[in-house]
């Protein structure tokens, strides 16, 4: 086991109806609020006339419109400016993990002096933000328990996942009942967001039996959950655990003391992202098999034989070649049949791209030290193999 230093500040406030203490909960943080949120559907849900109910007392400055795939310009300038200009107190963000992260690029941007894309790009580091509090309505980033963000820029094909430890919201608020009306596109895309957060802390070189089965828990509890989910978007249980299950996605509790994998398959994604703007949960359900396959070998095959006997209770007695190929089948099989379109082409992407896109990975990725190194060439073999 891998020594580690943990701690995460958030405090979560969980179930129906936990957004009454808002009021008791910003009055800490003061009287100056930015709300931020998307394109609008926390008002068909009736979350942004209740949060203007509950919070009647304060002072309330609005940045709406944020997009999935948040840009830096103009979301993250913008929501800067407003938070210069009227010495705003704390941001609360009311929305999916897009309009959380674009409040975080937010907070520390406000609190610095240059260009707030320094911080994202780590060529600076934060040294203050103003407070976050969230309403999350949509599982699948994990988001509200983490200190990442993640921002686009358009001009440059830029999609940069980033930490900061000031990152972290101080307080969020999981209601599932707010998820009642996520699409199937988007609950299915979500589930595969956070089956992937699990799988790229799984699939690595040193992990103990608690965290590969708590990891294995989580995969199973978000297929058996998504399932109930599409069938009966109202399933207040579905719903709760699929919930609980993403905000543990990204914080690192589901791999504590383990090695790192380098999440190759969200360093290709942000590249997908980047040039196409697709949906990130789909693009990630893409390309998982393609890379399982991809890095299947006698190193690794170990790891695809525990997950495939574990996960998807695949017979142990059969050769372990077989339990891999078995395993990477039935992952496809699986986001297939929650009906993400499984191949690059049914959501925009052709091969005219591909060879840039793995350029850019490659430069700027990392990805030569991940669990298993990939460079150019491999970049480009499983992208191919996606399409
Ligand atoms: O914009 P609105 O109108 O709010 O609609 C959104 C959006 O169109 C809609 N939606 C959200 N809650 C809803 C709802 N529709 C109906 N009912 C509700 N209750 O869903 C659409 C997608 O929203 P978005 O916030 O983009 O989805 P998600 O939460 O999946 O966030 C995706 C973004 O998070 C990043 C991704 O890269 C992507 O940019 N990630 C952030 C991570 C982190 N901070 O730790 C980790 C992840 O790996 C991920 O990379
Ligand atoms: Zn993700």
């Known amino acids: 086991m891998q020594n580690f230093d943990y701690r995460t500040p958030t405090r979560l406030i969980f179930g129906k109806g936990v957004i009454e203490k808002l009021p008791e909960v910003m009055d800490k943080f003061g009287k100056k609020i930015l709300l931020t949120y998307g394109g609008g559907s926390i008002k068909k849900i009736g979350l942004y006339d209740k949060v203007k109910e509950l919070l009647a007392d304060f002072e309330i400055f609005e940045l709406s419109g944020i997009q999935p795939n948040p840009k830096y310009d103009p979301s993250v300038l913008d929501g800067v400016k407003i938070c210069k200009e009227n010495d705003i107190d704390v941001i609360l963000a009311v929305g999916g993990g897009s309009v959380l992260d674009c409040s975080k690029a ?28 969230d309403i999350i309505t949509l599982a699948a980033t994990g988001s509200e328990y983490d200190c990442g963000g ?80 599409l069938e009966n978007p109202e399933d207040y249980t579905a719903r709760a655990e699929m919930m609980l ?39 990630l359900a893409i390309i998982t098999p393609r890379w399982m396959k991809h890095i299947l070998s006698e190193k690794t095959v170990d790891r695809f034989v525990k997950y495939g006997v574990n996960v998807f209770g695949i017979d142990s007695t059969l050769d372990k070649f077989e339990i891999a190929d078995k395993a990477i089948f039935q992952t496809y099989k699986f986001f297939e049949s929650i009906g993400i379109p499984m191949h690059l082409k049914e959501v925009g992407i052709d091969e005219s791209r591909i060879v840039e896109m793995a350029h850019h990975i490659a430069v700027n990725e990392g990805l030569e030290n991940a669990w298993v190194p990939l460079n150019e060439n491999d970049l480009i073999k499983i992208l191919t193999d996606s399409l």
């Open 150 to 229: 993640v921002i686009s820029r358009t001009e440059t094909n830029d999609k940069i996942g980033y930490m900061d430890s000031h990152n972290y919201p101080m307080v969020s608020f999981l209601d599932p009942t707010y998820t009642f009306t996520v699409s199937k596109k988007q609950t299915a895309a979500g589930c595969a967001d956070a089956m992937n957060h699990i799988m790229e802390q799984y699939f690595c070189e040193d992990s103990t039996l608690l965290n590969d089965g708590f990891m294995e828990a989580g995969l199973k509890s978000l297929m058996a959950n998504t399932v109930k989910c």
């Open 245 to 283: 299950t993403c905000t543990y996605g990204c914080n690192g509790i589901y791999s504590l003391g383990n090695s790192q994998s380098g999440w190759p398959c969200h360093a290709i994604e942000h590249a997908l992202s980047a040039y196409y703007d697709i949906t990130h949960g789909e693009g």
């Open 106 to 133: 937010i907070a520390t941007g406000a609190k610095y002096d240059g260009d707030p894309w320094d911080l994202i790009s780590y060529k600076a580091f934060a040294k203050d933000s103003i407070p976050i509090v």
